[in-house]
């Protein structure tokens, strides 16, 4: 089962910044947080993941709280080609292997 | 293009036929994953391998699902006896965990099945 809980719908202006919250309040210390996206009929696109520390990269930016419990995706200058649903996934380690559990997503819609 | 292609893109069939199909992973990519997803929903896990071991089930896997990873590389999903209930995208996603990407999964761009 899931392990976040996202806001099913958001919308953001053209060339601001698209601020994607997540709660992940039970995930463990070992525990990593990842976002994807995925268009329409495509396959999940990696995004970014972090563990404790703020990352970031030429996709987007991720903030993570001290106590773990939430993390911010931030797409800086949102473009229509930003339009998707975002995932936010807690990756958990079985004692097989690490795993992925979907929840339902944010769906983002860039305006013009 | 992640690197991580599925064959075929599209499949419809009738109910009651077997269908398979094929996920080549990134290039040695030791971890290779099966995932179904429904209209509306996440992705939800089904099975996975580490090289050619299948490590995990997922109670979504009936008994007319199998997976193989023979050699290690790239990797068959077979439905038998379809139902339309069985139709869904299904997605393969490959990691590594031999190199400094802490078992990150990219994923293919699936194969949309629909039963008649």
């Known amino acids: 089962d899931a392990k976040t809980t996202q806001p099913p719908s958001m919308d953001c202006a053209e060339g601001r910044a698209a601020n994607l919250p997540c709660n992940h309040s039970?995930?463990?210390?070992?525990?990593?947080v990842y976002w994807y996206r995925q268009i329409h009929s495509q396959g999940p696109q990696y995004i970014i993941h972090?563990?404790?520390n703020n990352e970031t990269n030429e996709m987007a930016s991720l903030i993570i709280t001290e106590d773990r419990k939430s993390s911010t995706l931030i797409l800086p200058h949102a473009t229509l080609r930003d339009t998707a649903v975002y995932y936010c996934i807690v990756r958990v380690t079985t004692n097989t292997g690490n795993q992925f559990y979907f929840g339902t997503g944010t769906s983002l819609t860039v305006i013009p | 293009d992640t690197g991580v292609s599925q064959d075929p893109r599209h499949k419809i069939t009738k109910r009651g036929q077997n269908v398979t199909f094929r996920c080549d992973p990134i290039s040695e990519h030791n971890r290779l994953y099966w995932y179904r997803q429904t209209l509306g929903q996440g992705p939800e896990f089904l099975t996975y391998?580490?090289?050619?071991?299948?490590?995990?089930k997922s109670r979504l896997l009936s008994d007319r699902f199998s997976a193989e990873r023979p050699k290690g590389s790239f990797s068959t999903l077979e439905i038998q006896r379809t139902e339309q209930g069985d139709s869904a995208m299904y997605l393969c996603?490959?990691?590594?965990?031999?190199?400094?990407?802490?078992?990150?999964?990219?994923f293919g761009p699936g194969t949309r099945l629909t039963v008649l």
């Open positions: 996603a490959s990691s590594s965990t031999t190199q400094k990407s802490t078992d990150t999964q990219y």
């Open positions: 972090g563990l404790k």
């Open positions: 039970t995930i463990s210390g070992n525990e990593y």
């Open positions: 391998f580490q090289n050619e071991a299948q490590l995990e």
